[in-house]
C-alpha cells in the first residue's frame, strides 16, 4: 500500500512540474532561464502538494470501496459513527452470513470480515464486525459470553485488526 502511494506521489508530482513549466514557458514567451525557474519553482511546489493530493485521492478510493453508495434520494440518511467489534471464539463452519444475522438483532451492520488463514484458506475462529455505535454497546453486553452455535463466544471493542492477543485461553 505505501508503495503504491509513493508511486502515486512521483507522478503527481513530475505532471504537476511538467504543467507549470509549460504554462510558464507559454506565458512569458520565453524557453531560457524562465523555464529552468518554473521547473524547479513547480517541482518544489509539487513536492509540497503531493502529499495532500496522495491522500485526497487515496481516501476517496477507501471511502468507495468501503461503503457503496446509496442509490435512492430517500436513502441518504446521515451516517452514524461505525464502530468494530471483536469476535473470537467462533465456529470454524460459522459464515459471514450467520454473523450478520446475529448482529443485526442490535442494529444496523455495515460489514463481517471473518479472519482466514493465508495459506490454507480456512477460518481461524475469529473476525471483526463493523456496527452502528449505539447498537455495538447492546450487542456487546447481550452476545459477550454467550452461547452461540455450541461455543461461548467473546466480543470485545476492537483496537486494531492485528490478532488480539490470547489472554482468555
Known amino acids: 500500500m505505501e508503495q503504491a502511494s509513493s508511486a502515486l ?6 505532471l504537476l512540474a511538467a504543467l507549470a513549466a509549460v504554462v510558464t514557458a ?25 502529499p495532500y493530493l496522495a491522500n485526497a485521492l487515496t481516501t476517496r478510493k477507501k471511502r468507495a470501496v468501503s ?11 446521515a451516517i452514524e459513527e461505525v464502530r468494530t467489534l471483536y469476535v473470537g471464539n467462533l465456529p ?7 454473523i450478520n444475522e446475529l448482529f443485526s438483532q442490535y442494529g444496523q ?3 463481517v470480515r471473518l479472519v482466514k ?8 475462529g475469529y473476525g471483526f464486525v463493523e456496527i452502528d455505535a449505539n447498537a455495538a454497546d447492546a450487542a456487546l453486553a447481550q452476545l459477550n459470553d454467550s452461547e ?13 485488526e492485528a490478532e488480539p492477543d490470547n489472554d482468555d485461553e
Not at 506521489?9 to 513530475?14: G, H, L
Request: glycine share 6%; aromatic share 6%; no cysteine.
Open 9 to 14: 506521489q512521483v507522478i503527481i508530482a513530475a
Open 26 to 50: 507559454f506565458i512569458t514567451s520565453s524557453w531560457d532561464n524562465t523555464l529552468i525557474t518554473s521547473v524547479t519553482l513547480s517541482t518544489f511546489l509539487g513536492g509540497l502538494l503531493t
Open 67 to 77: 461503503r457503496p453508495r446509496q442509490e435512492h434520494a430517500s436513502a441518504t440518511i
Open 92 to 98: 470454524f463452519k460459522t459464515d459471514e452470513e450467520t
Open 109 to 111: 451492520v455495515q460489514a
Open 117 to 124: 488463514d493465508r495459506r490454507t484458506g480456512r477460518k481461524k
Open 148 to 160: 452461540f452455535e455450541g461455543r461461548t463466544i467473546k466480543v470485545r471493542a476492537a483496537h486494531s
